[in-house]
Each structure stands twice: as C-alpha cells, then as structure tokens.
C-alpha cells in the first residue's frame, strides 16, 4: 500500500508541474499577442502629417524673419558718405564737360529746375571753385575719411564720386581734359570755374593738405 501512495504523490507533482507549465506558456502566448506591433489608424497617421508639416511651415516662416530682419537692419547701416553730396559720371560730365554751345567747361542749366539737384544747384552757382573727391568704396582711405568728416563743409561745393561705380564711364573721352588716374583710389579733383582750369591731386598727403584748406 505504501507504493501505491508514493505513486499517487508523484503523479500529483507531475501534474501540477504540467499545469504550471500550461499556463506560463498561456501567459506568454497572451503576453506575445498583447505586445503585437499596432499599425496607426488613418486619424493618426493624418494629424502626423499636419503636425509634421506645422513645423516645417514654422520653421520656414521664422527663417524668412530672419532674413527680412537682417537686410532691413543692413539697409539701415549709415554709409560713410551718407551725409554728403554723391554724383555720377553723367552729372560730372555736365558740371565740368566741355560745352560746345557756350564755349565753356560746365552746363549747369542741365540741372536748374530739378528737384533732386536743388542743393547741388545752389551750391555749384554760388562758389568759384568746385571740389570732387573719387574714392573706391572697396578700398577706403581711413585718413581722408577722417579729415573728411571733420571739416565744416556748409555751403562749399564739395561731391563725391564711387569709382568702384563710374571708373568705367570715366575713362571716356569726354573726361580726359581732367587728369583722372584711375588706377589710384584716391582722386581730388578742384574746378576753377572763373579760370576755367582744373588741379588734381593724387597722393594722399597731397589730398590731404588740400582738404584741411577748405
């Protein structure tokens, strides 16, 4: 009889060990079902999509801002010679060009009556001489500039001339009774207009004296 119990006792274990086991294997199937990879609905997938595409637009937006923002602030930069009088080659050529009509250096009725020449008008008709100083705005002299802006220039015919701008037109031969090196960076040109005769200076030093005259 004590065999028998034994047998008993070890079936028992054997099959609670079979349950165990069935269950862990349940529990892992359920567990492996549970933790299958869910595909995003249509809903989700479309508010991906705006959300993805609300920060590309953002993003573009701010850069525009900022681009905006740095050429506004560039364009507010002052210039060196903001404060004065710019000319071009054509207005030198009607300001110190030969006329035929007259007989003279200069065609200053080319600008009477227009606006924006009023304060160039008034000053080239109330002053004898008529100064024009050509610089390459690429390659500035510190010096000139300097002196430049420390000098009281109210009602003297004083202009300017970019040559990185008109050194092109300037070679023409219609402004070679001036002198013009336009190899030089520095140029400063003085109209005589009684004596109908031009001085150019072409060094620095040379330019500076003259300046500190006016």
């Known amino acids: 009889m004590a065999r028998v119990q034994h047998v008993q006792k070890a079936n028992k274990k054997n099959?609670?060990?079979?349950?165990?086991?069935n269950q862990q294997a349940k529990s892992k199937?359920?567990?492996?079902?549970?933790n299958q990879k869910r595909e995003p609905t249509k809903n989700e997938i479309l508010f991906f999509r705006l959300g993805m595409s609300f920060i590309a637009i953002t993003l573009i937006t701010v850069a525009?801002?900022?681009?905006?923002?740095?050429f506004m602030n560039k364009d507010e930069e002052?210039?060196?010679f903001d404060d004065y009088i710019s000319i071009t080659a054509n207005d030198l050529?009607?300001?110190?060009?030969?006329d035929e009509n007259s007989g003279v250096y200069g065609d200053f009725t080319y600008f009477a009556g227009k606006p924006e020449y009023e304060d160039l008008f008034d000053?080239?008709?109330?002053?004898?001489?008529?100064?024009?100083?050509?610089y390459k705005s690429s390659d500035m002299n510190?010096?000139?500039?300097?002196?430049?802006?420390e000098l009281d220039l109210e009602g003297v015919a004083f202009f300017l001339v970019d040559l990185d701008i008109h050194a092109e037109t300037l070679s023409g031969a219609q402004f070679t009774h001036l002198d013009l090196d336009l190899t030089r960076s520095n140029l400063l040109l003085t109209f005589h207009v009684?004596?109908?005769?031009?001085?150019?200076?072409?060094?620095?030093?040379?330019?500076?004296?003259?300046?500190g005259k006016l």
């Open 93 to 98: 050529q009607y300001m110190m060009g030969y």
């Open 64 to 70: 525009i801002i900022f681009t905006i923002q740095y």
């Open 123 to 134: 000053l080239i008709n109330t002053n004898e001489n008529i100064y024009v100083y050509f």
């Open 78 to 80: 002052a210039g060196v």
């Open 194 to 211: 009684e004596e109908q005769d031009f001085d150019i200076e072409l060094r620095v030093s040379d330019i500076l004296r003259e300046l």
């Open 142 to 149: 510190d010096d000139i500039v300097d002196a430049i802006k």
């Open 29 to 34: 199937a359920e567990l492996a079902k549970t």
């Open 15 to 21: 099959e609670t060990k079979d349950v165990k086991s």
